[in-house]
C-alpha cells in the first residue's frame, strides 16, 4: 500500500482540524462565566426569543418552575 504525498498531509491537516476542536473545546468548558452573569436566570421570555431549535437549555426548561420563581421576585 503505497501513500503519496498528498494523502499523508490530508491526513496530517484531518489530525490537527481534531487536536484544533479537543483544545478549544476543553478550554471553553474550563472558561469562567463572565462578570456580571453570575445570576442571570433563564426566562420563558428570553428563550422565545432565541432561536435555536437544539438548544439543550430549551429542551430542558422547566416553565413552571420559572414562573414560581418569578413570582417570588415580585413580593
Known amino acids: 500500500m503505497e501513500f503519496n504525498i498528498y494523502t499523508i498531509l490530508a491526513i496530517v491537516f484531518v489530525i490537527l482540524l481534531v487536536i484544533i476542536f479537543i483544545v478549544t473545546y476543553i478550554l471553553n468548558k474550563n472558561t469562567a462565566v463572565p462578570e456580571g452573569c453570575e445570576n442571570i436566570k433563564i ?3 428570553n428563550c422565545s426569543a432565541c432561536g435555536n431549535l437544539d438548544c439543550s437549555i430549551k429542551k430542558g426548561i422547566d416553565l413552571k418552575k420559572i414562573e ?8
Do not use: F, G, I, Q
Not at 68 to 75: A, P, S, V, Y
Open 68 to 75: 414560581e420563581e418569578l413570582k417570588e421576585e415580585e413580593k
Open 43 to 45: 426566562s420563558d421570555e
